[in-house]
């Protein structure tokens, strides 16, 4: 039961986190291509920069939150942590899972709100008289808040077993 | 009444860093609990409704990752382990030539990375048991590198610098400008202490290094070219305009991988570390971004941003005292909480001072960075001290480069003092541009 819910959660953050690494290498070629073909042929990839703002930032810095959640990446202040220990320091990570859980949770609600409004919308950027949707980048945000809350209740309440992969 | 809200707003702030709740979360967590006390629920789900995406679907923070990427395949490729190696053959006849090449080095490699972290830990690795070996004492060659190491988030490229320049509405490109000289004179700065303590401390810094391997100077040059050819390649096309600083990470990132394919050191393993590392770094900064606007509009909803700015104005106080204050701040906070945090907490309250005194952004940006660098090395919490001390743990205890710092941080603040004093050393570059 334990194991596979362990796996469960693995596989889910790192899949998503695949996708933000595809953003990253598409924007890498993206941009490249970009600065390339304006300098050497005069002639710049239209929508460049809609495309890199709305699609692989967004799934760049938000498709990894899971993930980097379960890896205790998130940047907190450790000044107090040599008191945080044993007991007292059970008690206050479930305090931050609680605290993180909650603040994901209404992210999850209110950017869902804006990802429905858009949908309804079908909102497009205009670049260069090319109409270039934006609304499917908009439900990056709800699955990755999301996921990420389950993450940080699931960190706060099943604490890494010893030896656990990383 | 809004005011008292806001207040309690940065109350509860610092009690959830105080309890380990991540930044990002605890800035999130307070914004929406504050606006939706002061004004309702509604334009409290507006504000976290349409932040994330507003904030991150930006072409100029593009540049973070990118210039992340870069430095990381560069690391990974190997391109930068010649650096140091090129330094020592240059510097071989000068006192103290060993702990110079160190920081000649760290400043070569600041030009491909973007952060003092990364600096410092690529470097100690290589040069602190080097220079162990040789007789330097071991507390002052991990405190070399570890000051060493803020030459990083200096000299351009700068995430620092990047997310400052996003925050501030600046351009990152004259921050970027700034930096340059601040790192370089960073540099210089440490490599007089350098020369100071080969002078006077025979025990600390040998007269005749010992055990020094004899280097082909071919060979070293066969090792560094790569990475001279991609600082060119950045700074070339930043400098003549063929990128912009937002394109520059890309190009510089491509350079990288082609070099790397060119030295014959292209594999996967090089490919998924350099993209995972900047894939991990990326979500845990934007998110402290995302929450620092929001917590930015809640400041000035409630009236405190307002109310700090509007009594500095009333205590009158010139630039020297407002710069003593700023410092005193920085290196206050610098000592608890690593740069990102410290910045992106503190900037919602203090553009609107800046600007009402007329205090140039550009300037303070780079100014602003070289205070949270400051904060990577000075106790308790030191990031690049800790860094150090995981690469190199067998040579010196925390304490030990904790003292190994203290002589750089002296420099440091002569440094801080002069930039106050003379701001146009970091005006000037950026001047050309303007």
Redesign the interface.
Known sequence: MRQTLDRLVVRLTSGL?LL??VG??A??????A??LSR?LLATPIPAT?EI???Y???A???L??A??ER?G?????????PL?VGRIGRI?AI??AL??C???L??T???W??AMREFTARSYVISLSVAIPVWP??FV?PVSFALAALIALYRGFVPAAPGAAK | MNVTMGLAGLAVLFVLLALQVPIAIAMVAVSFVGVWAMLGLAPAIGILANTPYEFIASWTLSAVPMFLLMGFIAFHGGLTAGLFDAAKVGLRKVPGGLGIAAIVACSGFASVCGSSLATAASLGRIAIPEMVRAGYKPSFAAGTLAAGGTIGALIPPSILMIIYGVFAETSVTQVFMGGISAGLLTAACYIIVILLVARLRRDVIPAEPEGLEELDTRKVMLGVWPILVLIALVFGGLFSGLFTATEAGAVGAAGALALVALTGRLNRQVLRQSVLETLGTCASLFIIGVGAVMFTRFLGLSGVAGLISGAVQSYDLNYVQLMVVIVIIYLLLGMFMEPFGAMLVTLPVLLPVLNAQNIDLVWFGVFLVKLLEIGMITPPLGMNVFVIRNVAGQYASLTDVFKGVTLFLAADLVLVTVLVAFPDVVLFLPSLLR
């Open positions: 986190a933000g690494a990253v290498v924007m890498l070629i993206h941009i490249t970009y600065v300098n920069v890199v703002s709305h692989y930032m967004i760049i810095a938000f990894p939150v993930w980097a890896r990446e998130m940047i907190s202040v450790e000044i107090f942590s945080l206050n305090f931050v605290v993180t909650g603040a994901y209404a992210l609600y209110t950017t709100i804006v980048s908009y945000l």
